[in-house]
Structure formats: structure tokens, C-alpha cells
């Protein structure tokens, strides 16, 4: 068996579940800011949906994706003798930027979640939606540059 195939197609089903995960919970704040005051009971019902996308799907495909990562550069680094340097080639560079910038759109919409708990409505229902397709857009530039693997040496 070819480990770093099983590796790869690991990596990219947990990079599916987390992306679906990262654009449907805007559209889930979307619709939570719009139709269901603070308090209600239909808030309510969106705190579980939130939370349950969130700790049950988004949370742990990131760590997958992020353990399984480390895993493809492990292996490059050591199975295959590329060393370190690889993490310097401009493609990885974009990669590796792209999978920071989801990261820390995890780490926004899981605290807005925290100011939804409070009550609170931190961003409208336009800045959900305009903002719900910014983790797929970093996953096409990811994919795109890991495939291309532009400017390799």
C-alpha cells in the first residue's frame, strides 16, 4: 500500500468536511440574525444547529486536516529528502498561507457563535452572506496551488 496516497485522500476528505462545514455556518448566522430574536425560542434552535455544526463536524475535521498535513510534510521532509526547504517554494508558501487564512476564519466564526450564546448579533445578515464563500475561495487557491506547484525549484 502506497501510505502517502491513503495520506493524501485522508487529508482532502477531511479538507471536504471542514469546507462544508465553513460555508454553511455563515448561512446558519445568516438566517439566525434575521429570524430569530435573542431569547426566542427559534434562537434557541439555532444555538444547537451552531454548535452541533461546529463541535461535531467543523472542529474535528480541522484537526484532522491540520494532523494529517503535518503528516504530508513529515513525509516529504523525511520519506521522500526534500528537508525543510521545501516549505520555502512558493506554491507551498500560498498553500500553507491559504489553510492560515481558514484557519483563523474557523477561529472568527467560532467566537461570533460565543457572541450569538450572548445574545448578541455580531455581524448583519449581508455580511454573512457576503462573507459565506471566503473559506471555499482559500481552498480553490490551496488545491490550485499544491496541483500547479508553480515556482518549484
Do not use: C
Not at 502506497?2 to 487529508?11: A, C, E, P, Q
Not at 467560532?110 to 462573507?131: D, E, M, N, V
Amino acid at each position: 500500500m502506497n501510505h502517502f496516497d491513503l495520506l493524501r485522500g485522508l487529508h482532502i476528505i477531511a479538507v471536504i468536511a471542514w469546507m462544508s462545514g465553513m460555508m454553511y455556518l455563515p448561512r446558519l448566522y445568516a438566517y439566525h440574525t434575521e429570524t430569530a430574536p435573542p431569547g426566542s425560542e427559534f434562537d434557541k434552535n439555532f444555538l444547537v444547529w451552531e454548535r452541533k455544526l461546529l463541535k461535531i463536524i467543523i472542529n474535528p475535521a480541522m484537526i484532522i486536516v491540520w494532523v494529517l498535513g503535518i503528516g504530508l510534510i513529515l513525509y516529504h521532509v523525511y520519506a521522500v529528502g526534500e528537508g525543510w526547504g521545501f516549505l520555502l517554494q512558493p506554491w507551498m508558501i500560498v498553500k500553507l498561507a491559504a489553510v492560515l487564512f481558514i484557519s483563523g476564519w474557523h477561529g472568527f466564526l467560532a467566537g461570533s457563535y460565543k457572541k450569538f450564546l450572548a445574545g448578541q448579533r455580531p455581524k448583519s445578515a449581508k455580511f454573512w452572506r457576503a462573507t459565506n464563500e471566503l473559506p471555499f475561495l482559500a481552498a480553490v487557491v490551496a488545491v490550485l496551488a499544491v496541483t500547479l506547484q508553480f515556482g518549484q525549484r
